[in-house]
């Protein structure tokens, strides 16, 4: 079997984009909390669709009060990854994925080379198929 290495790939024209999000409150403005958030942008290109990103990401920023009756606010912190779909999006599309190894000795790593964060709450992860 031969493998067509010349194959030309067609751009979705989608890219899913992570997205920081600081919550800053009190006066001092202090990060109580990080947030990341995968948003679809469309763009002909991943030039495009970060500029896209960076457009709509005052859309997410907004201003609260913490259960003490501090005023706070979110605030975009910047772009942590990209990456394009390959298909545009319609109902049951994967827009992100992350490769992890399943021995527990090794752990799994994120895109960054860093050891990807537990799931939480715990209440919240799906039990793995040969979990009783």
């Not at 909390?33 to 942008?41: C, P, Y």
């Not at 859309?59 to 990209?82: H, K, L, N, P, W």
């Amino acid at each position: 079997m031969t493998i067509d290495t010349d194959a030309i790939v067609e751009p979705s024209g989608w890219f899913a984009v992570q997205m920081r999000y600081a919550y800053l409150a009190g006066e001092a403005e202090v990060v109580t909390l990080v947030e990341d958030r995968v948003v679809l942008v469309d763009g002909s290109d991943e030039e495009a669709a970060l500029g896209r990103a960076v457009e709509i990401a005052p859309e997410y920023e907004d201003d609260y009060e913490t259960d003490d009756g501090e005023a706070g606010s979110i605030r975009f912190e910047g772009i942590v990854a990209i990456k394009e779909l390959d298909d545009p999006p319609t109902a049951g599309a994967e827009v992100w994925h992350e490769f992890m190894t399943p021995d527990a000795s090794r752990p799994s790593l994120g895109d960054d080379g860093e050891p990807l964060p537990p799931v939480y709450p715990e209440e919240m992860a799906f039990p793995r198929a040969r979990d009783d």
